[in-house]
């Protein structure tokens, strides 16, 4: 339960490198978490093969979602398209060096969601795309 | 008479849980559903050792058993809240069905385009929503009243929407978040100035005040068992007989039918008109030893008790630096206490308290546009009821103090 706060997710969340918005971009998308209002809208850019060049994360939530996002911005960077399309739960706790209740999960997943539905260019996030 | 806390204490077996080893349970979420006596899981687990059978119609012993237990709990039920009769407490599964109830079968058969409806702004999405999806397929109107900056009905906007008469008025008798006990007596009477009806959500206000429906003078109240010491599944709406009567079926099928032919029914009389198929019967037992046990307590030794710690909670996190509480003072409010720390999400307040067995809730508390009108996404809530100490308030505290150092 410590291992939820961990130092590095306190620090991702109070100082995070890649909060902001990209104008213009490749790919944004949004969405929230009905549970608890949190959102999150993840930007790309992509270069002609389709390499991330550069992802910026915003919205306002809690500790974990905002942590959780701020990790997978720094992940994606330099990672084709098709790579991101294949990330799933695990990747995400992997990062994040922790693991999770089914609530608090929802949180940690939020940006993977919404990336995915942003990769796949898809009218809305569905919880499939990260189990 | 001030209640033996200690007492009551030991009625509650959960508050002796371990959360994990060493760490027993301070439970700060009545709000969302309050825990059940002994008396009350007893006499649940007796009606199935001993009584389980269908109600109605049978002529058998547990038939009747079942019948006469299920019946009298619905007599409990209607004295606790003064119903004049018990023909006007129909079963529910909870304050959301009663509310979807009125909406379905008075609200269809009584409004037309245009006719306006008017709700507040502190509603729980249970008494929003079912206003919509009519507003949705009939075109009437919502229109709200609001709320001031300290957590009260601003009356004011009340009284000028009534100019526009309104065919019904909707609103919470004491709010889920805020905690504030609206003046419910004379919002009715305001009401019924202009001719509308009146419903009373009173999911909050039953389990924490002495409510009394007669003398509110109110049409319809909705209330649910889970958040008084009773059950989940079962919940109730008080109605006028002479509303009632005139209003077409809710659900059909077994139990509210008098007589049934091929291509028509007659439906059966109160309170049964409006209950299809088998209910909850032992919930509704459960209902009813709920009522025995708060009714035994007195209501008004329940919610002096509640007035105490609340004060003293207020006072205490008022003093904790970075804490925001929402709405209005202690005595103004039941035992409610939502506030943001700064710098740190509910979600996460949450969380933390829950390493110290603290179990407070976080998020919009099913009432997403209240919190939009204060501009926050989320809020953390402790909530109080007649088996909390201001020792507990102390765990707040201090688990509030560690959260703060985690984020310092």
Redesign the interface.
Known sequence: ??D??REVI?EHY?NPSYRGKLDPHDISFADNNP?????IQVDLRVDTNNVVTEARFDG?????SQASADLLMEFVIGKPLDELKKLNKQDILDMLGIDLGPV?LK?ALLSLKVLKAGVYGLGEASDELVE | MSLNIKEIRKDFPILERET?PGVRVTYLDSTATSQKPVQVIEAMNDYYRHSNANIHRGVHTLAEEATSMYEGAREKIAKFVNASSSREIIYTRNTTESINLVAYSWARANLKAGDLVILTEMEHHSNLVPWQMLQAERSIELDFISVTEDGLLDLETYKSLLSRRPKLVSFTHMSNVLGTINPAAEIIRLGHEVGAIVLVDGAQSVPHLSVDVQALDADFYAFSAHKMCGPTGIGALYGKSALLEAMPPFLGGGDMIKEVKLRSFRANSLPHKFEAGTPAIAEAIGFGAAVDYLSALGMDNVAAHEHEITEYALERLEEIPGVKLFGPSADKKGGVAAFTLE??????VA??LD?DGIAVR???HCA?PL?EKFGI??TSRASFYLYNTKEEVDLLVNGLYKVKE??G
């Open positions: 339960m410590d939820l706060y306190i109070k549970l608890c209002g949190d959102h306002h939530g809690c500790a974990i608090r949180c | 994990r710098g740190v999400h509910p979600h996460d969380q933390i390493r976080a998020g919009h997403q919190h996404p989320a985690m984020f």
